[in-house]
Each structure stands twice: as structure tokens, then as C-alpha cells.
């Protein structure tokens, strides 16, 4: 995304537009964590810390392309199926087979973080809507070219 110029394409998997990318910063995670465990209401309850409202995985990429200051990004769909038998057919380690990325693009999950909503309530602990950290999210890419996704494999 951020090699290309002005006008970036970045294709997704058909049903890409319907699914939800739920993501949320890291800081939201521990703080949540840290208040609720020192609560007693938090006792026997399970928390999803979740975005109560995430982006589809179009709506990421387009966000993260207009935080990388993108004219316009472009999220032509492609046939999941087709794809991942070409590659396995080329390449059957090839890491969006390995990783599970094609299946996740497109994973019609969604995680009730009604317990997390209502418990945090006057901590002022809540998380973002993305488009307000994905800013931070490309200036941090681009400050650190070093840091690669071998965590994520």
C-alpha cells in the first residue's frame, strides 16, 4: 500500500466487504485488563476487548490507505478459491496459505463485548474507532522499516 502512489490497489478476497477486521491498540488491551481484574464485578466473567463497532476489511484498507495519504484506494474483489489453488499449486508454503490470512479476510466473526462496554463504564477506558489510531498505525510503519512480520508467523 504504502509503495504504491497516489491511487493504490489493494485487492481482498470476494465477501471482504461483509466481513468484520476487529482490531483494537494494544493500549486498550492492558488497560482494560489492569481495571478489570481489580474490579469484584469482573469475577467469573468473560471479556471480549473488542471494537463494539470494527471496520470491515475493506474499510481498514481504505482507511489505512487514506492514512497513508492515498488519493483514492482501490479494493477490486478476487475469487478466494481461485487464488488460494493457484498458489498451492505454485507454492503450497506460501504464507497467506500457511498464515491463514485468506480465511481470515473473509471470517464472518463478531465477539459481544457487551460485559467489557458495561463494566468499563466511568473508567474512561473504551477503545477507538480505528480510523482514529490508524494515523499512528502508518507513521509507526514508516518510522520503523526494520520491523518486519516475522511476529506474525
Not at 460485559?115 to 518510522?143: H, K, M, T, W
Amino acid at each position: 500500500l504504502l509503495e504504491q502512489g497516489d491511487y493504490a490497489v489493494v485487492p481482498a478476497p470476494r465477501g471482504a466487504g461483509d466481513a468484520e477486521f476487529n482490531v483494537v491498540p494494544r493500549d486498550y488491551v492492558v488497560d482494560a485488563i489492569s481495571y478489570l481484574s481489580g474490579i469484584d464485578e469482573s469475577e467469573g466473567k468473560v471479556y471480549h476487548l473488542a471494537d463494539p463497532d470494527p471496520p470491515s476489511t475493506v474499510e481498514l484498507v481504505k482507511t489505512l490507505g487514506e492514512a497513508a495519504g492515498k488519493t483514492k484506494t482501490f479494493v477490486p474483489p478476487y475469487p478466494k478459491g481461485v487464488v488460494r489453488g493457484l498458489l498451492e499449486s505454485l507454492a503450497p508454503d506460501h504464507e497467506l496459505i500457511e498464515s491463514g490470512g485468506f480465511e481470515f479476510q473473509t471470517w464472518s466473526a463478531s465477539f459481544d463485548c457487551s460485559n467489557a462496554i458495561e463494566d468499563l463504564e466511568g473508567s474512561g477506558i473504551e477503545p477507538p474507532r480505528f480510523e482514529e489510531y490508524a494515523d499512528s498505525l502508518v507513521e509507526f510503519y514508516r518510522a520503523h522499516p526494520e520491523i518486519d512480520d516475522a511476529g506474525m508467523r
